[in-house]
C-alpha cells in the first residue's frame, strides 16, 4: 500500500537539512550545499532507507532523494513548472510509494510515476482542472496592503494520490472528481463524482479499506467503489456540521 513517514524520520530530515525549510539541492548548483530560496511543499516519504521528499526551486516542482544515513541527495528530478493559472495555495504536494514506485500529484493538472531508485519519470499524466467561476481571491494583508490574488478550484481539500491494484486513484485539489489511471502508462480508466448529490459535497479523503474509499465533507459521508469504477457505494448524512476527522 502507500508508504508513509512517522514523526521520528521527519524529524531526521530535519537534522539533516536544518532549519528554515532550506533545500540540499539548488538550480546549477551544488547538490548537497543548502541555499535559501529552496523549499519543500509536502512531508517527505521513506522507500527503502531512502527520504523522497517534493521541493520547489525557482518556481520549479521538483522530487529529490536523500539518504537516511547521510543527507547525501542521490538524485533529483524536474517534474514540472509552476502552472501559468498557479495551484491551490494551501494543499501540499502528495508524494506515494507501492514497491520502487512513487506517484505524485501537485495541484497542476498533472499526475506522475517516478522511478524509486533512479528518479526517472515514468509517465506524467494531464487531467482536465475544474476553476471556479471568478478564478482568483484576493487575500487581505493584516498589516496594511494586498497580498497576492490565489487561484481558487473546485476541487478536493488536499492533493492525495493512493496506488491500489493496478491503478492510482486520484483526488487533486484542482479538479472535481475522483479519477483512476493506470499504474504502467498512465492512461485514465474512470471517474467519479466530488459532488454525486446537490446537498453534499465532499471535501477530504479520510482513507481506504480493502476496495473501498471514504470521503468526507461537512455533513456527510461517502463511500466509493474503487474495484467498481468508483462507483458510490452509500452516504451518511450527519444532520449537523462536522467539526473535525
Known sequence: GPAGIGIAQAVDLLQVIGPGMAAPVAQGGDPNVVQNGVGYFGPPISVSGVL???????GSIH???IAHNTGRTLWKT????QHATGAPFWSPIHVAA???ELYVVCGSGL???????DGRIRFARRYQRTPQDGGRTAQA???GGQLPTMPRF????????IPYQGAVVVAASDCDKLMAFDRTDGRFIWSAPRRPFADA???YVIGVRGRYLYAAGDDSLLCYDLGGQGRLVWRELFGAKATGR
Open 52 to 58: 523522497i521528499a517534493p521541493l520547489t526551486d525557482g
Open 63 to 65: 522530487l529529490q532523494a
Open 78 to 81: 524536474h517534474l514540472c513548472e
Open 98 to 100: 507501492d514497491g520502487q
Open 111 to 117: 499526475v506522475f510515476s517516478v522511478g524509486a531508485v
Open 141 to 143: 494583508n493584516p498589516w
Open 154 to 161: 473546485q476541487g478536493w481539500d488536499d492533493d492525495v494520490v
Open 201 to 203: 459535497e465532499m471535501r
